[in-house]
């Protein structure tokens, strides 16, 4: 039996409301049209909506409707489809670029090709903007992920508004996982973060512990640049209690992360939908192995730094956390 907490409709901790006790707006709290209780269910019944790729045993249990020889199968290249979820693994729906545009499934994009999302391109790259002049002319192409060295110029592009969530989106460009925006308009540049100053000193070491309780407290993340700049991100609170911690880790903590998600990457052969999913790269990608818990737990610290600090805190999450290698293994 597993606890069926993956499809994230459920209240979670957010530090980024961590300031609100009361409030009379429903957007200050994370419990609005959220699900408080969640229910055992066989691991069988979860094996449903299969992206191809995914073992199975009956055709059920796939998009796709077809199992075969115990894996979902799909559309082959060059075949029509109207989606990524119709195509088999390591191909993706693309439309031609001349009259009539018709979709078939292609082969995913490598480095330099031109596309919409990242699902276009091959796991070992996202869709970003190569050049500044790209990201003003609306042009994504596939970039291979940390393969740029510092001070490399390329396109930036704010998704979510938060600083260091931005840096380290634009930073997967870049070998050292962060960007800054050098320009102010459409310039990223990879860039290495030198040292981490809080309020409770300069020179701060991991895990970069802060003051969570203090309103506006930020930790600043100092970069490697000529102009001595830093990026700011809020101080967030832990889940014991304790003062608090920086929302990422260092510049070791995350080219750590790097090193083994760049394992996975290289070797997954999942679905293109499947490429974060981490109970497909069970089947399709590094299977059963210390290199894959590596990456998933990575993954998850990276991802949840400020709030899975402690072993205790962290060991007590990978018991109950749908992405935890523990977790993710319980349907196998």
């Not at 693309?94 to 796991?123: E, I, N």
């Not at 989106?169 to 809080?198: I, P, R, Y």
């Not at 830093?230 to 967030?236: D, I, K, M, P, R």
């Not at 210390?290 to 990575?298: G, R, Y």
Request: proline share 2%; charged share 20%.
């Amino acid at each position: 039996m597993v606890c069926n907490l993956d499809d994230y409709n459920y209240a979670w901790y957010d530090t980024k409301k961590q300031d609100y006790l009361a409030s009379t707006k429903q957007v200050d709290s994370v419990m609005p049209f959220r699900y408080t209780q969640a229910e055992c269910v066989s691991a069988e019944a979860r094996r449903q909506n299969l992206n191809n790729g995914r073992m199975c045993r009956q055709d059920y249990e796939c998009k796709s409707k077809s199992c075969q020889s115990g894996y979902c199968r799909g559309q082959q290249m060059g075949e029509s489809c109207m989606s990524h979820e119709d195509c088999d693994v390591e191909l993706a729906c693309k439309a031609q670029v001349t009259w009539p545009f018709a979709s078939t499934c292609q082969r995913l994009g490598l480095h330099g090709d031109p596309c919409s999302t990242d699902y276009d391109c091959s796991p070992r790259a996202f869709c970003w903007y190569k050049y500044p002049t790209d990201k003003e002319a609306g042009l994504k192409r596939c970039l291979n992920k940390y393969s740029q060295e510092t001070g490399t110029n390329f396109g930036w592009s704010s998704l979510t508004g938060n600083e260091l969530d931005d840096a380290v989106h634009n930073g997967q460009f870049c070998k050292t996982g962060w960007a800054w925006n050098s320009d102010g308009a459409v310039t990223a540049q990879c860039a290495k973060v030198t040292s981490l100053v809080t309020d409770l000193g300069t020179e701060m070491k991991s895990p970069y512990e802060c003051t969570a309780t203090m309103v506006n407290n930020y930790c600043q993340y100092f970069l490697d640049n000529s102009n001595n700049n830093y990026l700011s991100g809020q101080c967030e609170c832990a889940l014991d209690n304790y003062a608090g911690f920086c929302r990422y880790p260092g510049q070791e903590g995350t080219l750590n992360f790097i090193r083994y998600v760049t394992v996975m990457n290289e070797n997954n052969h999942c679905h293109t939908l499947d490429r974060d999913n981490m109970k497909a790269q069970l089947e399709c990608g590094l299977k059963e192995s210390e290199a894959l818990k590596n990456a998933v737990q990575w993954k998850m610290r990276f991802e949840n730094w400020s709030s899975m600090n402690g072993e205790y805190i962290f060991n007590c999450i990978e018991q109950f956390h749908p992405d935890s290698y523990t977790n993710i293994k319980l349907g196998y």
